[in-house]
């Protein structure tokens, strides 16, 4: 695959530059008044986006660098589909394909096992004698950082125990973590709230037509990860 645009994997998220996506796209708009419509757009700073110095385009007249701004692949596809012009869909093909790969089973292990070794590793030099399965749930529950369900399964399968996506969803349901049926369906329970094991992400996007829509996205919190792996490995 060709690389359209240069971007970053860092903090365990993929983020580019707002500056080098407007250039891609051919926008005859000032970045700076682009850029402002674009955020109207039911994103937030600091979530979807955070301003940054950028140390490349340097005002002509001197002094401080421009200003750029980090923007996640997700804000990314979305202004690619606002556009509605040639670039925007080759671009977003492209964000598609990166977030594809970035989500495979591959990639998300791989993340995840470097992460817990070096968590591991840590936790090795203050105390020797901890066991593997220690770690590894030392390693999770110091995280900040919660996970997708499908994700979860990943990782339980990691550790031994054969498990799919779909087969987790339905046992969650099955032993009250999730709740069965309705316009609440795969939400977490209270009881499930109440432990401390999920979090329950919410989104608004304005809509190009002025209307808006509401995303809820349950995620596995660091105590839930290590709550549910140890459950399947007992």
Excluded: C
């Excluded at 359209?4 to 407007?22: F, G, P, Q």
């Excluded at 901890?130 to 900040?144: E, I, R, T």
């Excluded at 190009?208 to 399947?232: A, E």
């Amino acid at each position: 695959m060709n690389e359209l645009l240069k971007v970053n994997y860092a903090n365990d998220r993929i983020t580019l530059s707002a500056r080098e996506l407007h250039e891609f796209l051919e926008i005859e708009t000032p970045f700076k008044k682009w850029f402002g419509r674009m955020a109207e757009y039911g994103f937030s700073q600091e979530i979807d986006y955070r301003e940054v110095m950028d140390k490349i385009v340097q005002n002509p007249k001197g002094g401080r660098p421009s200003t750029d701004y980090e923007i996640t692949l997700d804000m990314a596809k979305e202004i690619a589909m606002i556009q509605r012009s040639d670039k925007g869909k080759e671009v977003r093909q492209y964000f598609l394909e990166l977030e594809r790969r970035w989500n495979s089973p591959e990639a998300v292990m791989n993340r995840a096992l470097e992460y817990s070794r070096k968590q591991v590793k840590a936790l090795m030099e203050e105390n020797k004698e901890l066991k593997p399965k220690a770690l590894f749930a030392d390693a999770v529950s110091a995280s900040d950082e919660s996970i997708l369900i499908g994700q979860l399964a990943k990782l339980i399968r990691q550790n031994g125990y054969e498990i799919g996506q779909n087969r987790l969803f339905e046992w969650m349901r099955e032993n009250g973590y999730l709740i069965k049926s309705g316009s609440r369906r795969n939400q977490p329970t209270q009881r499930a709230m109440d432990m401390g094991l999920f979090e329950v992400k919410e989104r608004t996007i304005s809509n190009p037509d002025g209307s808006t829509r509401i995303t809820l996205t349950t995620k596995v919190t660091g105590k839930g990860q290590v709550y549910f792996v140890n459950k399947f490995l007992s």
